[in-house]
């Protein structure tokens, strides 16, 4: 038997060299393994949560320590044929180990894992085993000397060493640079032979299911050895000769049943067991076929995931690591926050290349779910070396990935950096470069020839954004994927309305976290959008600043924080959905919208939908709503106003519209009847008379559109331009099983109609948000919380909100 050990229990860790407070010399802790020294120190009150307040400018020393972890285990020798191994799954980042005081190995690669045959240093009885993590920062620092400095963004050469980039501060994250064993480390005990690797990949052929399974074996003697390959009650085996290490086994399945991104079938998942001698290997695989098609237009170039067949518009979203201590985040806080995401009627979701290979409970989740997964190679924002050291360590952490990902039927799309192509081109990283490595290799040759050898069922893309030709711009919007970042840096979120792109990869818009997220860790006297401690939370280049220019021409300015609250984040919402439901009205042009961003890693202001505590903010409300399987909108079209009809279902969308201008009072003004006939997985264009259209007085009136229980509206002047009325809310408010329901009727119109349920509890979580009702329509919000609440409360005015207290 194969017996594996976890080597968690008894770790200490101390603080060894480099730039250590006081208090801190000669003190050793407890250590949790898998974790991460800051955490350990937190669990000792040695220093306090860097989440909180200016906290993190106190930790910054930690990155500039070494950090030396130690622990004993008892060892028995089970029998002279036996090989022992010690396996760690994941170091951060620059260790060397050593077993009874002898060195073992040194590492320096965080995305990897690590295997040693440690027979003779073990000896029975107790044995010691510590592993000492170099300052990582100031590692860092000596590479990217000895490499040669290259251009990155942010303030340290997070490119000089294999460790996740956004540990040394992002424009969304803090400089929390971590040191630690982050990944199960154990002792593996085997005999004869183990199994090394497992690539199941599958492909269809009509209704027959192929699964091709590629096992590699470790082995210690001659004796052949049996692969067998167990699924859907079916046993198939292979023998390995002497001096074979790898084996193909084949099953054909007749009647398969296909995996779908949800919205398109299911998510059936196949049992998948191999056995080597006594090793055991145990997964699951999905049956689909997933194609990147990228061919010459009449547009320009396509970028479009069909899966089975079938083209799949991607409603996605950017997920960056969901905490900076990444060991936090365990199987049910991934399902909490991709669930959030399949709420929002998400069903791709993109792993950034400045964070990490999840761990497996991701992948499985998204499995189950039916989400998705284009997933970066870890390159971000920056020019790599592509010499060795870096290089060989680039090609193992690369092999590992793609071998171990290879089971999932979510696993969509291997994308080879974020961004590398564009910086190269218009960040001025050539004149630095002077002629040195940057990269490119690895994108174009390195990277794709892993997963053409290792796994050639999944397509590749070498960078996004990306054009598909040489010298053609890599972010031209008629070709391959594209970024939209001038909206937010330099342009207001109407000039989403500039582009038709092929696929939008990224692009966002900020706004603080929730009210409950952001009290927690700003104190009261702070509570202004640039006292220190706000700023401490907010990352991004001159973010304050972008944030208020961004109510510009929208909202008035804010009178108190409060009101920069809502507003700010009323206006994120309002942005995500102007640009999403503008690139799905281009579908099929545009093949995918994948937002900038999902999650954070920490409470902070930033483009996230859901903030650093997992609240959703109001913009996720807006995105599940933009990102429905049915979209209805008005949209500018040659000079006129529109109706679109996006229907994204497998089903055809067949209604009466009515669309009416109508006054604010609700007075209508002129109404055009027409009939909404689309496809499945189509988009129509309806034109609406100009009399219906054009506006008398646009501050004044308004358009609607509705078709069954959607509804479009068009505002023809901005809130800051017209004087919202006083909505007259009558509320009733009633107590269901686990909360309130509100009933809000408006007395004239309101816009954005809100109850920020969390500044009353924590806990406290509301269906849905930002209603827009026309005078005498009423909406219904349910909130689920265990705090007891009066009415006063629920009604108060920071509490029930709308756009229209804004304006007043
Ligand atoms: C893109 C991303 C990230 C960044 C985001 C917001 O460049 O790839 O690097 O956090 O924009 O600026």
């Known amino acids: 038997m194969t017996v594996r050990v976890a080597l968690h229990d008894g770790w200490t860790v101390r603080a060894l060299d480099g730039d250590i407070p006081d208090g801190m010399v000669g003190t050793t802790i407890p250590a949790t393994v898998p974790g991460s020294v800051h955490l350990d120190l937190m669990a000792a009150g040695l220093i306090p949560d860097p989440y909180i307040g200016e906290n993190e400018r106190l930790v910054g020393w930690i990155g500039r320590t070494a950090w030396r972890y130690e622990t004993t285990f008892v060892w028995d020798d089970p029998g002279a ?144 050895v049996t692969v067998e390959v167990e699924i859907a009650g079916r046993r198939t085996s292979a023998t390995l000769a002497p001096g074979e290490s790898s084996t193909l086994v084949e099953v054909a399945i007749a009647e398969v049943q296909l995996w779908w991104p949800h919205g398109y079938g299911d998510q059936p998942l196949y049992p ?106 870890l390159f971000a924002c920056a020019a790599y070396a592509e010499e060795e050291p870096l290089r060989g360590q680039v090609v193992a952490e690369a092999r590992e990935a793609v071998t171990r990902l290879s089971p999932h039927p979510s696993l969509a799309l291997w994308n080879g950096c974020n961004e590398n192509v564009w910086g190269h081109a218009d960040w001025g990283w050539q004149q630095s470069l002077q002629g040195r490595t940057w990269g490119l290799g690895y994108y174009t040759d390195v990277l794709p020839s892993i997963v053409a050898e290792l796994d050639p069922t999944r397509p590749y ?31 207001d979120y109407t000039a989403y309305r500039r582009y038709v792109p092929r696929f939008v990869a990224e692009f966002g818009f900020q706004a603080p976290p929730t009210w409950a997220t952001l009290t927690r860790v700003i104190d009261e006297s702070s509570r202004t959008p640039d006292s220190p401690a706000m700023l401490a939370h907010q990352k991004a280049d001159d973010g304050t600043a972008k944030l208020t220019r961004a109510l510009q021409g929208h909202l008035p300015q804010p009178r108190s924080f409060d009101d920069w609250h809502w507003a700010t984040s009323l206006n994120q919402a309002r942005a995500v959905a102007y640009g999403v439901d503008h690139f799905r009205s281009w579908s099929p042009v545009c093949m995918g919208a994948v937002l900038w961003q999902l999650n954070d890693t920490w409470p902070v202001t930033s483009w996230a939908v859901v903030d650093g505590d997992g609240r959703r903010k109001p913009v996720w409300y807006a995105l599940r709503r933009s990102f429905a399987d049915r979209l209805l909108t008005l949209q500018p079209r040659d000079g006129e106003l529109a109706l679109v009809a996006v229907n994204d279902s497998a089903e055809p969308w067949r209604d009466e519209v009515t669309v009416s201008r109508r006054g604010i009072d609700g007075t209508v003004l002129a109404t055009a009847m027409a009939r909404v006939d689309v496809a499945p997985r189509a988009t129509a264009v309806l034109s609406v008379p100009s009399r219906v259209t054009l506006a008398g007085d646009p501050r004044r009136e308004v358009l609607v559109a509705d078709a069954g229980s959607l509804r479009a509206w068009w505002h023809y002047a901005e809130d800051v331009d017209t004087s919202l009325p006083d909505p007259d809310l009558d509320v009733t408010v009633e107590q269901v099983a686990d909360g309130y329901r509100l009933t809000v009727m408006a007395g004239a119109l309101v816009r954005d109609l809100a109850v920020l349920a969390d500044r009353l509890a924590g806990d406290a979580v509301v269906d849905d948000m930002l209603a827009t009702l026309l005078p005498g329509e009423s909406a219904t919000f349910t909130i689920r919380t265990a705090a007891v609440l009066t009415k006063e409360q629920l009604t108060d005015p920071l509490v029930l909100r709308s756009a229209n207290q804004l304006t007043s």
Request: proline content about 4%; overall charge negative.
């Open 461 to 491: 893309s070498p960078t996004s954004p990306n054009s598909f030709a040489a010298g053609r711009h890599p972010n031209d919007q008629a070709h391959g994927s594209m970024h939209i970042w001038d909206v937010w840096n330099e342009r």
């Open 81 to 224: 044929d036996t090989e022992v191994d010690l396996v760690a799954l994941g170091l951060d980042t620059v260790a060397t180990i050593e077993v009874n005081a002898t060195e073992l190995a040194r590492t320096e690669n965080m995305h990897r894992s690590y295997r040693f045959a440690v027979r003779d240093l073990l000896r029975v009885g107790e044995n010691t085993l510590a592993i000492t993590f170099a300052a990582a920062l100031t590692a860092a620092e000596r590479a990217s000397e000895a490499l040669g400095p290259r251009p990155h963004v942010n303030a340290h050469p997070f490119n000089a060493i294999r460790k996740m980039a956004c540990n040394f501060g992002w424009d969304w994250g803090p400089e929390l640079v971590t040191a630690g064993i982050w990944r199960s480390l154990r002792l593996e005990t085997w005999r004869e032979a183990r199994i090394a690797a497992v690539r199941p990949l599958v492909e269809i052929d009509g209704t027959t299911g192929l699964l091709r399974t590629h096992v590699d074996v470790q082995r210690a003697s001659d004796r052949p």
């Open 272 to 377: 998948l067991t191999v056995r080597v001698a006594d090793d055991q290997w145990a997964g699951r695989v999905g049956f689909r076929n997933v194609v990147l098609d990228t061919a010459a237009d009449e547009h320009g170039t396509r970028f479009a995931l069909h899966v089975n067949g079938i083209p799949v518009f991607a409603r996605g979203v950017n997920w960056i690591p969901d905490d900076c201590f990444p060991t936090r985040v365990d199987r049910a806080r991934y399902a909490e926050r991709l669930t959030q995401a399949r709420d929002a009627n998400v069903n791709l979701v993109r792993i950034w290349g400045g964070g990490i290979y999840e761990s497996d409970d991701f992948y499985d989740v998204c499995d189950e779910l039916g989400i998705l997964v284009w997933q970066d190679f």
